[in-house]
């Protein structure tokens, strides 16, 4: 991919980086998609910003509209991408554990934190958080093409708690 940023100069200089790829480029998100019939795009805009004696922040926002494949049906369906994530930009490894307790307990109400002591690509951070964002199992709400099996018309027998259930009333 290749498109370096210093994110530490992002906060200090609080820039918006915008930018748009084709979908197709992003090699390990494809790895696990159908072949994409429409050419679409990667909408996505970092910005650096940092709180009053708060930790240096990133936002970066994402927007796509992958073609997936329903696991149910196994039809195409567009999956709509629009999210948001805020970072801390941390220099050290030391910091990136600061919120990890000696048990191995994470604090939930930390940032998630992103090290920042070299060049980070920002194409690699927008492909992983399109990753983060689709669904582990994708499906339609409801499918039009749901095939029946034979099983699902087949008398269903009566629990053998039903008994149990009139007696509660």
């Not at 909408?43 to 910003?49: E, R, T, Y």
């Not at 910091?95 to 000696?102: G, K, P, T, Y």
């Not at 940032?111 to 669904?135: C, F, G, Q, R, T």
Request: overall charge negative; aromatic content about 4%.
């Amino acid at each position: 991919m290749g498109k370096y940023i210093d994110l530490m100069d992002v906060v200090r200089l609080s820039q918006t980086l915008e930018g748009k790829e084709p979908i197709g480029s992003f090699t390990r998100l494809m790895e696990d998609l159908p072949e994409q019939t429409v050419a679409g795009e990667v909408l996505w805009s970092l910005q650096g910003h940092q709180k009053t004696h708060g930790p240096a922040l990133v936002t970066l926002h994402v927007q796509a509209n992958p073609q997936l494949q329903c696991q149910r049906c196994m039809g195409l369906f567009h999956y709509p991408v629009d999210t948001d994530v805020e970072l801390e930009v941390v220099t050290s490894l030391k910091a990136l554990d600061a919120d990890v307790s000696e048990s191995g307990e994470i604090d939930n109400d930390a940032y998630d934190k992103i090290l920042a002591n070299k060049p980070v690509d920002i194409l690699e951070l927008v492909e992983d958080e399109l990753i983060l964002s689709l669904p582990y199992i994708p499906k339609h709400e409801e499918c039009e093409d749901l095939v029946e099996l034979p099983e699902d018309n087949l008398e269903k027998k009566p629990s053998p708690f039903a008994i149990l259930e009139k007696l509660k009333h």
